[in-house]
């Protein structure tokens, strides 16, 4: 897939079509599955924040990060960053096989 710069940097457009997908997600995942820098998801992730673009919030450990419902056409941008993703069939099917829910205790890993 070529790279786009629909966001302002491939790795922005990324971050955001990764979150739309998720809903709900935090840094370090959205590194690991879009390939990008750590540092570079959490720069994005601050300016993503200021901008009113996205909302983040502290969950024990982890600081969880969702498109701000408050932004205005959140659903909007939602439904087009999701569109955008179908374009990634990688990025598609690296979400799809996350396992979201805990596993249950006593079973096989």
Known sequence: MVETRLFGS????RTLALIALLEQT??????????I?????QRIIANLEREGVIATRIVGANRMVSINPRFYG???????LLKYAKRDSE???RVARLRRRP??????L
């Open 26 to 35: 935090y840094p370090r995942e959205i590194a690991r599955l879009g390939d």
């Open 74 to 80: 959140a659903a909007d941008l939602r439904a087009l």
């Open 91 to 93: 990025l598609e099917s």
């Open 37 to 41: 820098p750590l540092v570079s998801v």
């Open 103 to 108: 596993r249950q205790t006593g079973s096989d």
């Open 10 to 13: 491939p790795a922005r457009t």
